[in-house]
């Protein structure tokens, strides 16, 4: 009986809960998450290994960002940008047609581009945005508008800039809910999992029931044989 039950509980794993990972030190990958090429998990979940065997994911606009971390009991998902600009990754993600969400409250800031520098240290200027002949800020909505400065766009964000939280990971949570094909890809687990665990059971129990059956059949039949 435990060996059946060991068997289950391996079948169950291997039906509901197939990962793998990009390498030893990335995070696990299963359902509904899928690598890439594999049958596992649902296609709006994919990631894919670099060459750096880094976990990675690409959204519309934003190239590959770095999976840093995937928690399944809080549905969390932690990205990092390889090329360390969080507010350009911030102002080109769209996420309105993924099943994702970030994880941080948000808030609108506005994005300026502006030919000169902004006086007075009030606003920071984003270093990964500026160039010598243009310098980007990440302001709230009602910040007055300098001559020197168009409003480039305006977008639901985590956080604004600032130099001491400027690494390519700050804010880059997203967390996700479960979905209609999600629902339907654990039943058809789940179904599958009932359907094996039958067969184990037909197998271990099936076989020894129609013996007794048998045995009992002829045992009526010989003391008929008597009676005649």
């Known amino acids: 009986m435990d060996a059946l039950i060991l068997c289950s509980l391996l079948v169950l794993s291997l039906t509901t809960a ?23 998990g649902l296609s709006e979940f994919t990631l894919s290994c670099d060459l750096h065997n880094q976990t990675t994911i690409r959204f519309d606009g934003t190239g590959d960002l770095v999976v840093k971390a995937i928690s399944y009991h809080s549905r969390r998902l932690t990205l990092a940008d390889p090329n360390n600009c969080v507010h350009q990754v911030f102002f080109n993600l769209d996420l309105s047609l993924t099943p994702f969400t970030y994880y941080h409250s948000l808030h609108r800031y506005t994005y300026l581009n502006c030919s000169s520098k902004l006086l007075g240290g009030i606003e920071e200027e984003v270093p990964c945005l500026s160039g010598a002949n243009h310098h980007v800020y990440v302001v709230e909505p009602s910040f007055p508008l300098p001559p020197s400065c168009s ?62 059956k048998g045995e009992e059949t002829l045992g009526e039949y010989e003391a008929l044989k008597v009676v005649i």
Not at 28 to 34: Q, T
Not at 162 to 189: A, C, H, I, K
């Open 18 to 40: 197939s990962s793998t990972k990009c390498s030893l030190l990335s995070p696990e990958i299963r359902p509904p998450f899928r690598i890439v090429g594999s049958p596992c």
């Open 151 to 212: 409003a480039v766009k305006t977008v639901a964000i985590p956080f604004s800039y600032s130099r001491y939280l400027s690494d390519g990971s700050f804010g880059l949570g997203l967390t996700w809910s479960p979905t209609r094909e999600y629902y339907n890809y654990t039943v058809v687990s789940v179904m599958a999992v009932v359907l094996i665990v039958g067969m184990v059971l037909y197998a271990k129990y099936g076989g020894q029931l129609n013996q007794e």
